[in-house]
């Protein structure tokens, strides 16, 4: 089975410009997280949902980050305009939530630097 | 913020068990202890968890003391590639998101 997939694995970006981060869930999930990590802070929760309605995005840092999730298989993460301190490894994850102690699954992550 | 307190770092020779600790004084009845680890550059990778008994499974075992203030992760024979970080999570059972701590920098030396 194909696990978490994200896209793009390495972006480069200058300082201004929109980026988009994608993910496709592992099939028949229904709760998706985004976090980043960052060597100052560690893996850090920026946002995640449920049945794909946002469920708590205390995490995203200002109104410069957006997320959606229009339909179970895709997401998206937004930057607009980009910062060069938003370079940082961006972690998408999925899970089947119902099922107490269900394991949540990463992918491979999305490398951004903000030049 | 993280309800597990863990070492930094720890060392562990090739092919001995890796025994990594964990405190979670605060736990309460209704969450889990997760273990995860992550390998440099790679995304977190689930290894195991329980409730209140002791696990195992192809990967490693988790032993979770009586009043489920503490518990350990061990690797029996670890190998170089098990050189990672390793996070001890815990995890309401309503599937709360994972907030991870800053985790056991695990260093197996041949």
């Known amino acids: 089975d194909a696990g978490v997939i994200q896209s793009p694995r390495h972006e480069v970006t200058e300082m201004g410009q929109e980026v988009t981060l994608r993910c496709k869930p592992i099939s028949g999930h229904n709760s998706l997280f985004w976090y980043r990590q960052t060597m100052m802070r560690g893996l850090e929760l920026l946002i995640y949902?449920?049945?794909?309605?946002?469920?708590?995005d205390s995490g995203m840092p200002e109104d410069r980050f957006s997320a959606k999730m229009p339909n179970a298989s895709f997401s998206t993460l937004k930057i607009q305009p980009s910062e060069p301190r938003d370079s940082a490894v961006y972690f998408c994850?999925?899970?089947?939530?119902?099922?107490?102690?269900?394991?949540?699954?990463f992918g491979e992550g999305s490398w951004l630097t903000v030049v | 913020d993280a309800k597990t307190t863990q070492p930094p770092s720890m060392d562990c020779a090739e092919g001995r068990a890796a025994n990594l600790p964990c405190n979670h004084s605060?736990?309460?009845?209704?969450?889990?202890v997760y273990w995860y680890r992550q390998i440099h550059s790679q995304g977190p990778q689930y290894i195991i968890h329980?409730?209140?008994n002791n696990e195992t499974n192809e990967m490693a075992s988790l032993i979770i003391t009586e009043d489920r203030k503490s518990s350990t992760l061990i690797l029996p024979h670890a190998t170089l590639r098990d050189t990672a970080v390793y996070y001890c999570?815990?995890?309401?059972?309503?599937?709360?998101?994972?907030?991870f701590g800053k985790g056991t920098r695990l260093s197996v030396i041949a």
């Open positions: 329980g409730l209140k």
């Open positions: 994850a999925s899970t089947l939530t119902g099922i107490s102690g269900n394991t949540i699954y």
């Open positions: 999570i815990v995890r309401d059972i309503r599937d709360t998101p994972l907030v």
């Open positions: 949902f449920n049945n794909n309605v946002p469920i708590d």
């Open positions: 605060t736990i309460s009845g209704n969450e889990y």
